[in-house]
Antibody, heavy 120, light 110 residues
Framework: EVQLVESGGGLVKPGGSLRLSCAAS????????MNWVRQAPGKGLEWVSS????????YYADSVKGRFTISRDNAKNSLYLQMNSLRAEDTAVYYC?????????????WGQGTLVTVSS | NFMLTQPHSVSESPGKTVTISCTRS????????VQWYQQRPGSAPTTVIY?????PSGVPDRFSGSIDSSSNSASLTISGLKTEDEADYYC?????????FGGGTKLTVL
């Protein structure tokens, strides 16, 4: 059974930084792409970023390009999202999603989400 | 980038059948798989359809997906509606460098 568990969310001031983590289990993590998706309060789902199995291919939504960095550690079965220069509009629940065969692609499994609040 | 357009809301009675559409603005709907996600209030999304028409294990066969190249759209059909099907539904697809979600459809079962 695939399990995706996010952590690292919290309250941060505008302009600050935060690093989210996603611990994956139940599949061969190093063989699949992974994704981050977010959902602002009362809004729809928004794709944030995708990373291929070996980190060779990385894609970002325009809204986070240049501020967020996706990465992974296949030895630790973990996915990360480094978020810098945070803005109020980055306030959202962030979901880890995958595994994905192609990059970008669709997926079946989701984590439970971690809340990021950007406020002074 | 392309867009996926869904109706904002649909409603139907228990036991009936409802279909939610998802229209791709540019590029062929058949060029990349479409997924459908269900999200109940306060919960994380779950997948009800992947790769256009495949159901994950545990999803009842009341849920089905299809694509129509003539209208460049995908559809999610839920038959034998139950009150527990009341939720937001999102379609999703992708191209060579982006993942795109539809705006979501609120399904009310009344």
């Amino acid at each position: 059974e695939v399990q995706l568990v996010e952590s690292g969310g919290g309250l941060v001031k505008p302009g600050g930084s935060l690093r989210l983590s996603c611990a994956a289990s139940g599949f061969t993590f190093s063989s699949y792409s992974m994704n981050w998706v977010r959902q602002a309060p009362g809004k729809g789902l928004e794709w944030v970023s995708s990373i291929s199995s070996s980190s060779s291919y990385i894609y970002y939504a325009d809204s986070v390009k240049g501020r967020f960095t996706i990465s992974r550690d296949n030895a630790k079965n973990s996915l990360y999202l480094q978020m810098n220069s945070l803005r109020a509009e980055d306030t959202a629940v962030y979901y880890c999603a995958g595994p994905t065969v192609v990059t970008p692609g669709g997926w079946i499994d989701w984590g439970q989400g971690t809340l990021v609040t950007v406020s002074s | 980038n392309f867009m996926l357009t869904q109706p904002h809301s649909v409603s139907e009675s228990p036991g009936k059948t409802v279909t939610i559409s998802c229209t791709r603005s540019s590029g062929s709907i058949a060029s990349n798989y479409v997924q459908w996600y269900q999200q109940r209030p306060g919960s994380a999304p779950t997948t009800v359809i992947y790769e256009d028409n495949q159901r994950p294990s545990g999803v009842p066969d009341r849920f089905s997906g299809s694509i129509d190249s003539s209208s460049n759209s995908a559809s999610l059909t839920i038959s034998g509606l139950k009150t527990e099907d009341e939720a937001d539904y999102y379609c999703q697809s992708y191209d060579s460098s982006n993942v795109v979600f539809g705006g979501g459809t609120k399904l009310t079962v009344l």
